[in-house]
């Protein structure tokens, strides 16, 4: 349970900053913020599972 509700947290965070990078650069190239924004969104997917999967996981000297 708490892997998956800091993966959510994580995504919420990922997605505040694809939606600013998109904005960012909406600013130069109204045409590329999309692709750039889609980029960052689902990369945000992986990125935020291998971070709450190595945040949650189990330290090696614990006795659990």
């Not at 997605?15 to 960052?40: K, M, N, Q, R």
């Not at 990125?47 to 614990?62: D, M």
Request: proline share 5%.
């Amino acid at each position: 349970m708490k892997l998956m509700a800091l993966y959510v947290a994580i995504i919420v965070v990922g997605a505040f900053l694809a939606w600013g990078i998109g904005a960012a650069v909406a600013a130069y190239s109204e045409s590329l913020s999309l692709p750039v924004f889609l980029a960052c969104f689902f990369l945000n997917f992986w990125i935020s599972w291998r971070l709450a999967v190595r945040l949650t996981e189990p330290k090696a000297n614990s006795p659990v």
